[in-house]
């Protein structure tokens, strides 16, 4: 006897509240999915609104002075730790410099350099030889000399790391990054939610990429930068990270002051090129204040010695107290110069007597 399954039949009207269950579930989960897209998007950030927000620190910051310890564990500094003064007004600045008296050697000065920028003329003060050197154009890749840690998480900005504050607040600077820089995803950076900026890297080789994570939260400030290397130097890295930072307000608008960086930079062979610790003693943060102009001059009456690299001549002085106006001397033409030119006249002179003789002797 064949045994058959029978299956019961379902009224329409049970179907249809089945059906109708089921699309509603799906309209339901639906809903919310596109809720979570549209609040996702909402909160997401286009480029140039990331980089606008991230600008405001820099733009916000238009005068500063703040002293931090600067620990340089690299191979040729032997982990010695630096006292840094930084000033600066607009283009104007100043470094003082300083051996941190624990760690400097005992052929250390306690005073090690002085570096001024007045709008026209860098300077720089050795006291260990009493000498001051000047020129118009900056004799260094980092025109501050020693590292500026303000600069220093904006090294991504322009094409040279570590360059002046008034470089960076420079519009040109940033519309360059809008047209070669893209956004990924949002990350976490410890608790900070991060938006992360991609920026082609070509002095790390080709396809080389830095990674900056901008967090959301502090104005968009540039906590962490990785370096993705390129295939043909893989074992390039570079990680710099703000651990520690304070949010500011002066004149309605709120900005990020770094606290605590750390700058680990290897080179194309992998080894230490750079390690760096900078502490930023956050008491003597001062934001858009006045400094009289003549901080920003050094004196020829503090050293000995001065050098002036764009003519070439060096200056000495017992006293010291001739102003810089006087000491800025035009180019002078050198002694063996003046003494060739008096023997030539010479030699001509000589030629022309023998030459008259001669005539004077055939008659």
């Known amino acids: 006897m064949s045994q058959y399954l029978i299956t019961p039949l379902v009224s329409p009207a049970i179907a249809a509240r089945q059906i109708a269950k089921r699309l509603f579930s799906q309209i339901w989960l639906g809903s919310i999915i596109c809720f979570l897209v549209v609040v996702a998007m909402a909160n997401a950030a286009t480029l140039p609104e990331v980089l606008s927000s991230a600008m405001v620190t820099v733009d916000s910051i238009q005068s500063y002075e703040f002293r931090c310890r600067l620990l340089d564990s690299g191979t040729l500094s032997l982990g010695k ?14 470094m003082e410099m300083e051996f941190d008296p624990l760690t400097r050697g005992d052929e250390d000065q306690l005073v090690e350099l002085t570096s001024a920028y007045n709008g026209t003329i860098f300077q720089q003060f050795y006291p260990h030889n009493s000498t001051l050197t000047f020129t118009a154009e900056s004799r260094f890749i980092n025109p501050y000399v020693e590292l500026n ?3 220093a998480p904006y090294f991504w900005l322009l094409d040279l790391p570590f360059q002046n504050w008034a470089a960076m607040r420079s519009p040109e600077a940033w519309n360059k990054i809008a047209n070669i820089a893209h956004l990924e995803p949002r990350e976490m950076v410890g608790s900070h939610e991060c938006d992360v900026l991609v920026i082609p890297y070509p002095r790390a080789g080709v396809g080389a990429e830095l990674r900056v994570f901008l967090a959301v939260e502090a104005g968009y400030y540039p906590i962490r930068t990785r370096l993705l290397p390129s295939r043909d130097r893989p074992l390039e890295r570079l990680e710099l990270d703000v651990s520690s930072f304070e949010r500011m307000r002066v004149e309605g608008r709120s900005f990020t002051i770094p606290t605590h960086i750390t700058f680990l930079e290897y080179d194309a062979k992998g080894e230490v090129d750079n390690n760096l ?6 008491e003597s943060i001062k934001i858009n204040c006045d400094f009289p102009n003549d901080i ?10 001065v050098d002036d690299y ?4 060096k200056h000495l002085y017992d006293e010291g107290l001739m102003p810089i106006d006087k000491a800025i001397k035009p180019r002078s033409m050198s002694k063996w110069l003046i003494a060739n030119i008096i023997a030539v006249i010479a030699l001509f002179l000589a030629i022309a007597y023998r030459w008259k003789a001669r005539r004077h002797s055939k008659r």
Request: hydrophobic share 35%.
């Open 81 to 94: 730790t630096k006292q840094l003064w930084f000033r600066q007004s607009g283009d104007f600045f100043r």
């Open 149 to 151: 840690p303000l600069t």
């Open 277 to 282: 610790t900078w502490d930023i003693d956050s």
């Open 296 to 305: 920003f001059t050094l004196s020829p009456s503090m050293a000995k010695v």
């Open 310 to 313: 764009d003519y070439n001549t």
